[in-house]
């Protein structure tokens, strides 16, 4: 799988959008990016995935640029319950295990 | 509510015993993964299994088993354990191996080996 690259921690003010990073130079061609986040020890929680097409779902937008070497997760209106640590991971479809790297830790205060 | 389900919640243990960790995947779901999170290692593969078969194994040790019943559910077996054992242990199911689905992970279970 792709490695990915994230910052390692990030504030955002409640109720504004939250931007996450993620770099995925080597990416290829079927590999999908998921975002995933955890909130303090439970489990990890599913939030989107894609291709190479934008996506959105209740929970978050997004974007992956045209040359799928970098994405964007948007939470559009942060609450204090994002508070959370957010996984960008890639792998190919089919493939079982996700590999997590360190994660961006997001904190969103009031 | 992921609709993955790990018994027990937590579990205290000595040096050197044997422990089974459950877990129970969502309906449907014919693929259940193992992972370990420890303090200084992170999220961590262990295994995958796919409707009772092993299809996967990441860094598991030898001390580690697991398998998957008719019924599904799976079961993570661990032995001769160390204190850096020590870790959560979280499963996650998905529906299966051939399309792009998303894996639901349980709420975990911690154990503490003294």
């Known amino acids: 799988d792709a490695k990915t690259t994230q910052p390692p921690s990030m504030d955002c003010a409640e109720g504004r959008a939250a931007n996450l990073p993620c770099n995925h130079s080597?990416?290829?061609?079927?590999?999908?990016v998921y975002w995933y986040r955890q909130i303090h020890s439970q489990g990890p929680q599913y939030i989107i995935h894609g291709l190479k097409n934008n996506e959105t779902n209740e929970m978050a937008s997004l974007i992956i640029t045209e040359d799928r070497k970098s994405s964007t997760l948007i939470l559009p209106h942060a609450t204090l319950r994002d508070t959370a640590v957010y996984y960008c991971i890639v792998r190919v479809v089919g493939w079982g295990k996700f590999q997590f790297g360190a994660g961006t830790q997001v904190v969103v205060t009031p | 509510d992921s609709g993955v389900t790990q018994t027990p919640k937590h579990l205290i243990t000595a040096t050197g015993q044997r422990v089974t960790l459950r877990c129970s995947p969502r309906?449907?779901?014919?693929?259940v993964y193992w992972y370990q999170q420890s303090l200084d290692q992170g999220l961590q593969f262990l295994i995958h299994?796919?409707?009772?078969?092993?299809?996967a194994k990441g860094n598991i040790l030898e001390r580690f088993s697991a398998q998957q019943f008719p019924d599904l559910h799976s079961e993570l077996n661990l032995s001769s354990l160390e204190l850096g054992d020590s870790a959560l242990y979280f499963c996650a199911s998905s529906v299966g191996t051939s399309v792009a689905d998303e894996q639901f992970f349980g709420p975990g279970t911690r154990l503490t080996v003294l």
């Open positions: 299994y796919y409707n009772g078969e092993e299809r």
């Open positions: 309906s449907g779901d014919l693929s």
């Open positions: 080597t990416i290829s061609g079927n590999e999908y």
